[in-house]
């Protein structure tokens, strides 16, 4: 008996040596990118203001949903992740430019940002109006926003959002929207906190997540914007590097870390079953 179960530990042992052998085969050949088969490094440009999906903790530690996908990511390829700092307004012109590679942010795919460059997406979410809560009774019904001074991250959707909206204030009679441009969600978050503004226009997951670590000081406000797949964005025409990332993102999904991380947030709501590339408005899955 003890010489069969033996062989059972022993046959269960080379099981698992030959399946993780083959994980490890098929995450090696995963497809690279030129700068990362050459640099042994995937380089990324990201804010680290933008909670939760990049932020600072208590630690110092570079934490968030953005950057463990792509420490994950990373991983996957062998290579060694290099996150650069990085203004949000800054990285579609950058990317243009040919300065980087890869902005791991949460993109959404407009028509103007897809004339320079393409996205790979991993994640969706809406765009919300949050504010302080001795003011969340003056945002209910419809039209909320209209004659309010809201605050947007530069050149994200939210600003594209508040000029819709804006629009049609004014199309109603109503109060056009006295939108306030800042560089990063925590400056917004300042402003509103400071009544200069008197709310802030950005993604649900990202306010939803402040308005709990904030212990209610900010609270999100009746309504849903936009909803819209998200994606990393990467230069325009780049293959190479799309595919590295959609193919990493896939495995991610596929094995089950994707959700892990997502799940860690609290974010499950904002998964997606594929990811995939966007090069073109009509590519785009709702």
């Given at each position: ?96 430019a040919g300065r980087f590679k890869v902005a791991w942010e949460t993109f959404a795919a407009t028509d103007d940002r897809l004339k320079q460059v393409d996205f790979v997406m991993f994640i969706k979410s809406g765009i919300v109006a949050s504010t302080t809560a ?153």
């Amino acid at each position: 008996m003890q010489r069969y179960l033996s062989s059972l530990r022993v046959g269960a042992l080379a099981a698992a040596a030959f399946f993780g052998a083959m994980g490890t085969l098929g995450a090696a050949e995963l497809p690279k990118s030129p700068e990362v088969a050459e640099t042994g490094k995937l380089a990324i440009a990201n804010t680290l203001e933008y909670a939760p999906f990049e932020f600072i903790d208590e630690n110092g530690k570079q934490v968030g949903i953005n950057i463990e996908l792509a420490e994950e990511t990373a991983r996957l390829l062998g290579a060694e992740l290099d996150v650069t700092r990085m203004p949000f307004p800054s990285m579609v012109p950058g990317l243009a430019a040919g300065r980087f590679k890869v902005a791991w942010e949460t993109f959404a795919a407009t028509d103007d940002r897809l004339k320079q460059v393409d996205f790979v997406m991993f994640i969706k979410s809406g765009i919300v109006a949050s504010t302080t809560a001795d003011k969340a009774a003056q945002f209910q019904g419809e039209n909320n926003l209209c004659g309010k001074r809201v605050g947007v991250i530069g050149g994200a959707v939210s600003d594209f959002i508040a000029d819709r909206l804006s629009a049609e204030c004014k199309e109603k009679g109503l109060p056009e929207i006295a939108k306030s441009i800042f560089p990063e969600g925590k400056d917004i978050i300042q402003a509103a906190l400071s009544d200069r503004v008197d709310a802030r226009l950005d993604d649900a997951t990202a306010s939803g997540y402040f308005e709990v670590t904030s212990k209610g000081q900010m609270v999100v406000v009746p309504g849903l914007y936009d909803v819209a797949p998200l994606g990393i964005a990467v230069p325009k025409g780049d293959k190479e590097t799309a595919e590295m990332l959609r193919a990493a993102l896939q495995e991610l999904i596929q094995n089950g870390t994707y959700k892990t991380i997502m799940a860690k947030y609290g974010m499950t709501s904002a998964m997606i079953e594929e990811a995939y590339v966007v090069d073109a408005a009509d590519k785009i899955r709702q």
